[in-house]
């Protein structure tokens, strides 16, 4: 069964960071571009960030662009997304997909307030 779990969601304040985890499994995940999106409520599932397969090539999201480092460890099955300087707009849940198996993960919510 294709699953992804996404974790490291938490209260933080302005100004802070975040470390989010997305691990896979039940595919070839090295084989597999993945990407990052968020939802605030009443708008619409947003690209925040995605990878490639080997990690070398990456793209941000011109709004958050600066803020963000998305990397994958293929040997864990992993991609993360490391937040800094979060702002209260950046409130959402945010989401990994695997892009080309139209999967997505449960998500996990981040909220930036003091």
């Known amino acids: 069964q294709v699953q992804l779990v996404e974790s490291g969601g938490d209260l933080v304040q302005p100004g802070g960071s975040l470390r989010l985890s997305c691990i896979a499994s039940g595919f070839a995940f090295s084989s597999y571009l993945m990407s990052w999106y968020r939802q605030a409520p009443g708008n619409e599932r947003e690209l925040v960030a995605r990878?490639?397969?080997?990690?070398?090539?990456?793209n941000y999201a011109d709004s958050m662009k600066g803020r963000l480092t998305i990397s994958r460890d293929n040997a864990k099955n992993t991609v993360y997304l490391q937040m800094n300087s979060l702002k209260p707009e950046d409130t959402a849940v945010y989401y990994c997909?695997?892009?080309?198996?139209?999967?997505w993960g449960q998500g996990t919510l981040v909220t930036v307030s003091s």
């Open positions: 997909k695997a892009d080309s198996l139209g999967v």
């Open positions: 990878i490639g397969r080997s990690g070398s090539t990456t």
